[in-house]
């Protein structure tokens, strides 16, 4: 079982070319797996069967895992099992037709336009690490970016002159996003007077750096936005996606097309990007009942 695994989270880096993140979540969760095959004497791959998945799944709920736990280890023991199918030490698939628990999808929280100009308007551009803030929430605001994706692009990947961004996504897909004037006018500000001064080394490439000159990370980012909104007198929850999933709602509720959308998100699947459509027909509901004469 453990070799298999290994195997398997290797084909996951080195062919599917998922994140680190990605594969460390799988991890785990097969790790998980194992224990409870473990605890049952199934010892290798080949042993398993539906019956055993059907019981960890059941285990899972009467340790009272919420569905989207569940449903994330079905995802890591389909792709696993198909793996296993592909290898031929299993001649049937045991997660062939088996159904997620019923979940409803999560809604991700978004902003009014109003709390993110409130938002943007917090960071205090007459020092560096102010710059910084303002180029950086400007510039996810602008291009929708995934927090990892932002965190990781290097100097050469925004064209200024041209207005865009080359980003790196999920299994090392690129994708070409435009950049507003508003963000490209604060990111040149920051590269002139805000990142020259904190570069602790000439030969970093990071954009966006720490107060140490180096690379900022994902715990950073989500101090400098929760610092930021608490300032601004949002008492809304926020994550480091909450800029993120603004952009995409605020593009549909001007009129941007569901597929332009799709593709400035870097989601494979346009049933990931429907689910703002969702928010939007949200709002549009409480608009027409606060404003309709007759709702």
Same mark, same amino acid.
């Given at each position: 079982?453990?070799?298999?695994?290994?195997?398997?989270?290797?084909y996951?880096?080195?062919?599917?070319?998922?994140?680190?993140?990605?594969?460390?979540?799988?991890?785990?969760?097969?790790?998980?797996?194992?224990?409870?095959?473990? +605890?049952?004497?199934?010892?290798?791959?080949?042993?398993?069967?539906?019956?055993? #998945?059907?019981?960890?799944?059941?285990e899972?709920?009467?340790?009272?895992?919420?569905? =989207?736990?569940?449903?994330?280890?079905?995802?890591?023991?389909? #792709?696993?099992?198909? /793996?296993?199918?592909?290898?031929?030490?299993? $001649?049937?698939?045991?997660?062939?037709?088996?159904?997620?628990?019923?979940?409803?999808?999560?809604?991700?929280?978004?902003?009014?336009?109003?709390? #993110?100009?409130?938002?943007?308007?917090?960071?205090?551009?007459?020092?560096?690490?102010?710059?910084?803030?303002k180029?950086?929430?400007?510039?996810?605001?602008?291009? $929708?970016? !995934?927090?990892?994706?932002?965190?990781?692009l290097?100097?050469?990947?925004?064209?200024?002159?041209?207005? /865009?961004?080359?980003?790196?996504?999920?299994?090392?897909?690129?994708?070409?996003?435009?950049?507003?004037?508003?963000?490209?006018?604060?990111?040149?500000?920051?590269?002139?007077?805000?990142? =020259?001064?904190?570069?602790?080394?000439?030969g970093?490439? =990071?954009?966006?750096?720490?107060?140490?000159?180096?690379?900022?990370?994902?715990?950073?980012?989500?101090?400098?936005?929760?610092k930021?909104?608490?300032? *601004?007198?949002?008492?809304?929850?926020?994550?480091?996606?909450?800029? +993120?999933?603004? /952009?995409?709602?605020?593009?549909?509720?001007?009129?941007?097309?569901? !597929? =332009?959308?799709?593709?400035?998100?870097?989601?494979?699947?346009?049933?990931?990007?429907q689910?703002?459509?969702?928010?939007?027909?949200?709002r549009?509901?409480?608009?027409?009942?606060?404003?309709?004469?007759? *709702?």
């Amino acid at each position: 079982m453990e070799k298999y695994i290994r195997y398997f989270l290797n084909y996951l880096a080195l062919e599917r070319g998922l994140a680190q993140n990605t594969i460390t979540s799988y991890a785990l969760d097969l790790k998980q797996f194992k224990s409870f095959c473990m +605890r049952r004497q199934v010892m290798a791959a080949g042993q398993i069967d539906r019956v055993l #998945v059907l019981n960890y799944l059941l285990e899972l709920k009467k340790s009272g895992r919420l569905p =989207a736990t569940v449903s994330r280890h079905m995802a890591a023991l389909r #792709v696993f099992c198909r /793996f296993l199918v592909d290898e031929q030490v299993l $001649g049937i698939d045991p997660m062939a037709n088996l159904e997620s628990p019923g979940l409803q999808k999560k809604l991700p929280g978004v902003l009014a336009q109003e709390e #993110v100009e409130k938002l943007l308007a917090q960071p205090r551009v007459g020092n560096p690490a102010g710059l910084r803030d303002k180029a950086m929430l400007e510039l996810m605001y602008a291009t $929708g970016m !995934r927090v990892s994706e932002l965190l990781a692009l290097d100097l050469e990947q925004v064209d200024y002159e041209r207005g /865009f961004v080359r980003c790196l996504g999920k299994g090392a897909k690129e994708r070409i996003i435009p950049v507003g004037t508003v963000a490209r006018n604060f990111l040149t500000e920051y590269l002139r007077r805000g990142r =020259a001064k904190i570069t602790a080394n000439k030969g970093e490439n =990071a954009l966006f750096l720490n107060m140490r000159g180096k690379r900022l990370t994902r715990q950073g980012f989500w101090k400098i936005i929760k610092k930021y909104a608490l300032a *601004a007198g949002i008492d809304k929850t926020i994550t480091p996606h909450t800029l +993120r999933h603004s /952009f995409a709602t605020h593009l549909l509720e001007n009129g941007a097309d569901l !597929r =332009a959308l799709q593709e400035m998100l870097g989601h494979a699947d346009i049933a990931t990007t429907q689910i703002y459509t969702h928010l939007t027909d949200t709002r549009l509901r409480d608009i027409y009942n606060k404003h309709h004469p007759r *709702a």
